[in-house]
């Protein structure tokens, strides 16, 4: 995998989660996996996954085979990322795509992630947005973000920097910071929605105080001078690195405009800061939010 996205990690039952499989499991949970329930088999690979994720992954396997959607999306997740098992995004596609067409939020915003990049399959930024729109009508804010980045570019779908702004403002309220941060640059120089700053300022603070490094840089940069952005679009600040995506993420073609000049939005050419969801944890299937 390639892309800003890898710094995800697998663990992602929270505090509980991982208190809860701390404790090693039941004699009486790992016979009713050894006696095919699907729902022990996910139990217990979560147990595992704590201390051994290795150990884990042939119960994930056997959960997944039996039809459990949150074991098919943990199982993608960990071979689309070599975690426990050898790298495999052909087969990571696979069960995505079972637990996709189940309404599986993780897995229809991590397979739209895996057709956007190109890992596993042909890359396809048209299907990306389908996975994606899906994904983000259900509530997830990574898919959100990640939509309206293919729609400030028109990647995939027509270019509609509007709708990219409802998306970014769907995520932000969930409190996703790349999406804060992106909102707040979008209010700032007016991409898609009308010029605020005072908005674009509350916006850039929000994301900076939940850890967004480059709502950061901005808020400690200078405001730069120079020509105006290009097409409209919002200006790298100094100090804000481009983030392009690793395996050359297919951007809109904009260079330098010289002078020291930069006139892209580069953040629009980058994978979410986060661009899995994470898998659902102990239920067939997360419920949205």
């Known amino acids: 995998m390639t892309g800003r996205g890898e710094v995800f990690t697998p663990v992602n039952g929270g505090a509980e989660q991982r208190e809860r499989g701390a404790a090693m499991p ?41 039809g459990h959607v949150a074991a098919q999306t943990m199982l993608a997740f960990l071979l689309a990322n070599g975690i426990g098992v050898r790298a495999n995004p052909r087969a990571a596609i696979g069960w995505y795509r079972r637990a996709a067409m189940q309404g599986d939020v993780g897995a229809q915003n991590n397979l739209g992630y895996m057709h956007e990049q190109g890992a596993g399959v042909e ?29 400030l570019d028109g990647r995939g779908v027509e270019r509609d920097e509007a709708q990219a702004v409802r998306w970014l403002g769907e995520a932000a309220m969930r409190d996703h910071p790349a999406a804060q941060f992106r909102l707040g640059l979008c209010l700032r120089e007016g991409v898609g929605v009308e010029r605020d700053p005072a908005a674009a300022e509350e916006w850039l603070r929000a ?4 850890g967004d490094r480059d709502a950061q840089a901005v808020l400690a940069a200078p405001r730069r001078t120079g020509p105006p952005p290009v097409e409209g679009r919002p ?46 944890v102990g239920t067939g299937r997360v419920p949205p939010g």
């Open 123 to 151: 890359r396809d930024a048209a299907k990306a947005a389908l996975w994606y729109r899906l994904a983000a009508l259900q509530g997830s804010a990574t898919a959100q973000v990640n939509l309206a980045l293919l729609l």
């Open 26 to 66: 039941t004699l009486w949970t790992r016979m009713k996996a050894e006696m095919g329930d699907v729902e022990a088999q996910h139990a217990l690979a979560e147990t595992l996954r704590v201390a051994d994720v290795a150990a884990a992954v042939p119960w994930y396997r056997r959960a997944a085979r039996g």
């Open 207 to 210: 994301a900076a105080e939940r």
């Open 235 to 280: 200006s790298a600040p100094h100090g804000v690195s481009d983030g392009g995506a690793k395996g050359g993420s297919e951007g809109d073609g904009e260079g330098d405009g010289g002078d020291g000049w930069d006139s892209g939005w580069p953040l629009s050419q980058a994978p979410a800061a986060f661009v899995f969801d994470p898998p659902p």
